[in-house]
């Protein structure tokens, strides 16, 4: 089913959540707080089906000045906003903010409501109107529809949710396909063509109609229009200049430094690890000094973090962080600039090795592994992720991490370094799988030596021991190629186990199934298999184990049992009684020679193997008798 996303903006006590309510029956607020206070602190959530059939999220935003950190929050990914603003009060500085919260963070479609409207008289309510539309003129709301509702007469609702509908039927679909990147020098508008976006495609390629993002915003839009040096084209590829007309990205909501990427593209990151030289004449840099980071057409306050120095001299070339004063778009080989503040000046420049990641100082083996990764080419880069990483790697998180389209991975892999499963979905290692398999192999071993009457070591038992952080696919699908383990069913063991009792506890198991079947069906449990067991007192659970996965006995309930002998003679005892109309359980304790209670879990037990069926009170044959 189709689905996207719309956003609550507003001051507060304007009635967003009671909006929200009014549109799906669902109240957004869910906090005890919130309820006694009357207004929303966290983010609130609910979904409605549009008469299209469209499914049609809403993030309710708490609209109090002291909870703008969570109103930013629920920004991301809408699709569209509703800007609530209550007809009593008119336009409010919360109303402002958020509108230019919406702004800022790209949100380029959506509506204005008036609510409350049924408070106000008419003559009230129209100048609230016209003074809402004047402070929308500069907004992406200007043209937008504005719609006067009551939420609890019901007035104008069915008109918002038309609305709502037609807004979700001209709103983009996303697509995850592609990774070209354009950082944009210059945004503007032409008439009837919309906003244009300019740069230099530094990777990959575009083509027209397809879907696209701006990073840092995550603001998605689809390519209306190519062109190279003034000349139209159906795809641009790295290296040209290209103009891109936009569709459905507002121009407001674009601006110089952000980069235009195919969907897939790496997110952007306040992190990134780099090799930097001075210029000769560049000052002293000491730890945490800070810079101007240029990077494509984007510019940010940064910190120098330094591995294995406490400063950086003219002229010296070390492996460093910039811990970045808001996100970049940035991939493993981006050159970058910095400059200081006072004098501005050029102090040095070099290559984003690493995006996202952070590093301790001193981190054993750091200089050497990044300057390793700096000479790498892409096959050998892209190994190294594999082999840095602790656990498989999903396609999709790995075309992530690399910032590459998933079919350049496979293709740029050298053989003999990694490992794949049959579909190609998860991939790891050889070194990562030798590893696990020593780990697996040893935990085994263990595991044998402990409780050596099991057939082995349940799956996900083991995964927690030696894999907690992995997905279960991802571990089981490992756990397939560690040599000499043998996975069957739910257990796992080696190759070489084999569960063998001793003389001493063969002795005890024999003696403790004879008391067992001599005791039929009125068995006893605890205490009782205590006194008649001659092993030691913390092997009596593992050998009943043993004898009811070897078919011997059989569990009538909990810590309770009866031998296989014992159930093939009551077993026939039933079914020959049922014969001679003998069918309830009061009626079948007799030929069972059994109390009622053994007898209604006999009964019971022989339901659940089909061999019989009950039918209110009586007990009919099963399709397995």
Known sequence: MESLVFGTAGHVDHGKTTLVQALTGQDTDRLPEEKSRGISIELGFAHKILPSGRMASFVDVPGHERFVRNMVAGVHGMDAAILVVAADEGVMPQTVEHLHILQLLGVSSGLTVLTKADTVDEEWLQLVRETTAEALRQSFLKTAPLVIVDAVSGRGMGSLEQLLDDMAGSLRSRNMEG??????????????????????????????????????????????GLEVHGQPCDKTVAGQRVAVNLSGVAREAVKRGQVLSALGARPASDVLVVALETVSNSPVLGMNAEVH???????????????????????????????????????????FLIRGSTPLTTL???????????????????????????????????????????????LDEWSTIAGLPKELLTRKLRPGKWVSDQQGQWWFSREGLDRIQAQVRDRLSQYHQQFPLRPGMGREELRQKVAEDWPAKAFFWVLSLVDHVIVQDDWVSLEAFQVVLDAQLEEAATRIYHQIDQARLKPQGGAWLLQHWIGPPEALPEVLLWLARTGKILTLEEGVFISDQTYAWARAQVLQSLAQGIRTAAELKGPLDSNRRYTVRFLELLDAMQVTRRVGDERVPGPLA
């Open 348 to 394: 040095g420049g070099g290559v984003v090795i690493e995006v996202g990641v952070r590093h301790r100082r001193r981190e054993r083996g750091i200089v050497e592994r990044l300057e390793r990764l700096l000479k790498a080419d892409t096959s050998d880069w892209l190994a190294s992720l594999l082999s840095d990483s602790p656990r498989p790697l999903g």
């Open 293 to 335: 980071c240029h990077l494509g057409t984007a510019e940010a306050r940064a910190r120098i973090y330094l591995y294995d120095r406490t400063e950086v001299l003219a002229g010296d070339r070390v492996y460093a962080e910039l811990r970045l004063d808001h996100p970049l778009a940035a991939q493993r080989g981006d050159r």
């Open 179 to 224: 990774y070209g990147r354009l950082p944009i020098d210059r945004v503007f508008s032409v008439r009837g063509f919309g906003t244009v976006v300019t740069g230099t495609l530094v990777a990959g390629s575009f083509t027209l109609e397809q879907a696209v993002e701006l990073q840092p915003g995550a603001l998605r839009g689809r390519i209306r």
